[in-house]
């Protein structure tokens, strides 16, 4: 009997001993996994903190670079509101400067800024968790180009205090490198207003949906995907002080950027061969404000609360300095001075001035534009010079302004010499194009192609009036480069109608299937076929794209003042890889 009881003791202890070895690794487990999330959580906060910071790097210096990498970092953590970067302005001097740091402390959190970073420093050359420290490169530029963010955390032990560990520690940090720009970063949509409020709104419903586009090597050869890139160059101090610069209205409405991969995506689509994440990619403001869009510290650049529970993702972030028109006009106009165009031009182009105001071209390429305007004459009547044999659709042609029944086929230059041009049947002109006033294209059977080939590419020029397409018709601009007067614009209805509007692919033209002088708005809608390819430069109109249901993709790059989309429809802008106009700008890379 007593053998036996002392057994049963002994199994006692030994079970007793088992469960506090069992429960203890459980515990042990819980905080380790605990610790190993919050570093997870903590890297990301980084990464985008020293990004930003780098951008601001090469425009304000290390102060600002401080200031932005410290308000990334409040926003991005759940456990910081905000942070006092009152010390940035005393840690970095005007000049990149050796030893140059700030830290602070908020909560169980200590956050260390630091810019320059040289080749030595422990940030440069140390490892990470499970890995070698990364030798120094090439690629990691100079130590005045970098911005660390470091952030260490601890948290308190849920269970394993109860076996002597009262806390476990993480540090993470990241290093980024500024760069002067990307040759060519592929910019989506681009708005230009440089003060505006709401110069990207989307309202009703509507949706923007900016994609990834491929990346092709030297041969043409598609290597990859490039993310989806908004960019807007207003600075909001056009009294923005209850909207921002992008205003998303309601959790219905939809701004987005897709990219590659990315922690924070919630969806995919395939893109040839790859896949693109839904908010993988860039929505960046040159007004102060972001990141992001939900509280009322982002404005100017961001409406508080835009988008509710649906806020524009990702959350847009700064843009070092805004792009301007400029790439374009010395592209397709090289003028020496925009202020003050040739003699000829002042009845078409807006004289840029104020905010519209870009530097002379120094690219050596042709005026491509004025020439144009000039060779293309008066607004009320002429047939252009320079540019060919012409007749008029009316006096020479004997076409009728309305048209109706048969269809006609043009295979020669035109002047269309009415005020009001009316396609209620089909007409096809092969050759370029000049409208006098108004065209409209309507009923289920209008049908206007002004036809080009890829090979021989061509123009449309609108000396005034109003380019309207009705629900229903079909209109074409088959490789032509469209230029729109002070006095024009695009209003178009949407419907089971089609549109197609490509570039020329070749020539003086090259890549450009609008160019705008007109500051009056533009309208473009949903149809049940679109297909847009080429760059659309509204530099002084709106751009408004009303959608009814489902999405339109285009192979477009757009260049608008101010860009609005409402309705229940999305648009897609994806420009294709090589048809659109290069933009250089600041840049950053995460190199630790």
């Not at 169980?108 to 810019?115: A, C, G, K, L, N």
């Not at 910019?187 to 990346?215: F, H, P, Q, S, Y």
């Not at 649906?310 to 847009?316: F, L, S």
């Not at 396609?423 to 036809?451: A, E, H, P």
Request: glycine residues 12%; proline residues 6%.
């Amino acid at each position: 009997m007593g053998r036996h009881t002392s057994e049963r003791g002994a199994s006692l202890i030994l079970v007793a001993l088992s469960l506090f070895v069992l429960f203890g690794t459980a515990a042990i487990a819980v905080d380790i996994g605990a610790l190993w999330l919050d570093r997870s959580a903590d890297q990301k906060v980084t990464d985008s903190a020293a990004a930003a910071g780098a951008l601001e790097v090469i425009a304000s210096g290390g102060q600002v670079a401080c200031e932005l990498a410290l308000a990334y970092v409040a926003v991005n953590t759940k456990e910081i509101t905000t942070l006092d970067d009152s010390g940035c302005a005393s840690a970095f001097s005007s000049t990149c400067t050796p030893g140059q740091a700030l830290t602070l402390v908020s909560g169980r959190y200590t956050i260390t800024v630091t810019h320059p970073v040289s080749d030595a420093h422990d940030l440069m050359t140390s490892g990470i968790v499970g890995a070698t420290s990364q030798p120094l490169d090439s690629d990691d530029g100079a130590a005045c180009e970098r911005v660390a963010v470091e952030m260490r955390s601890s948290r308190e032990s849920m269970f394993a205090q109860l076996l002597g560990f009262d806390q476990g520690v993480t540090t993470v940090h990241t290093v980024a490198r500024a760069t002067t720009g990307d040759e060519d970063p592929p910019i989506n949509l681009l708005v230009l207003d440089r003060t505006a409020c709401e110069a990207i709104k989307v309202r009703g419903g509507g949706g923007i949906i900016v994609d990834a586009r491929i990346d092709v090597d030297e041969a043409g050869n598609p290597v990859g995907l490039l993310p989806g890139f908004i960019a807007a160059d207003s600075d909001g101090s056009a009294g923005c002080t209850s909207v921002g610069v992008i205003s998303v209205e309601g959790s219905t409405a939809l701004l987005r950027a897709d990219g590659p991969d990315c922690p924070e995506q919630s969806g995919s689509h395939p893109i040839g061969s790859f896949t693109a994440y839904e908010g993988c990619g860039r929505i960046q403001v040159y007004a102060p404000g972001t990141p992001g869009c939900a509280k009322t510290v982002n404005l100017p650049a961001c409406s508080p609360g835009s988008g509710g529970s649906n806020p524009p993702k990702p959350a847009p972030t700064a843009l070092a300095q805004p792009f301007t028109r400029e790439k374009a006009d010395h592209r397709y106009n090289c003028w020496s001075d925009y202020t003050l165009p040739p003699a000829g031009t002042s009845w078409a182009a807006l004289p840029l001035t104020g905010d519209q105001s870009i530097g002379g071209c120094d690219t050596g390429e042709p005026d491509h534009i004025y020439d144009l305007i000039k060779d293309v004459g008066p607004v009320t009547n002429g047939k252009p010079t320079n540019r060919g044999l012409w007749k008029y659709w009316n006096a020479d042609l004997g076409r009728p302004c309305t048209v109706t029944g048969s269809a006609i086929t043009v295979t020669k230059n035109v002047v269309v010499d009415c005020p009001n041009f009316t396609v209620k049947s089909r007409v096809q002109i092969t050759g370029d194009v000049v409208f006098n006033g108004n065209v409209t294209v309507t009923s289920s059977t209008g049908d206007l192609r002004i036809n080009h080939t890829l090979a021989s590419p061509g123009w449309a020029f609108f000396r005034g009036g109003t380019l309207t397409k009705d629900a229903q018709a079909k209109l074409a601009f088959n490789y032509t480069s469209v230029y729109m007067s002070r006095t024009s614009r695009v209003a178009m209805s949407g419907g089971s109608g089609s549109l197609t509007w490509i570039a020329p692919d070749s020539d003086e033209f090259d890549d450009l299937a609008l160019w705008s002088d007109s500051p009056l708005d533009h309208n473009w809608a949903g149809q049940a076929a679109l297909n847009m390819e080429g760059v659309f430069f509204m530099p002084l109109a709106k751009a408004i794209y009303t959608g009814s249901s489902g999405q339109n993709q285009t192979n477009a790059q757009w260049i608008a003042d101010k860009l609005e989309a409402a309705g229940g429809g999305q648009l897609v802008v994806r420009p294709a890889a090589d048809r659109g106009i290069s933009f250089g700008g600041p840049a950053s890379t995460l190199i630790r």
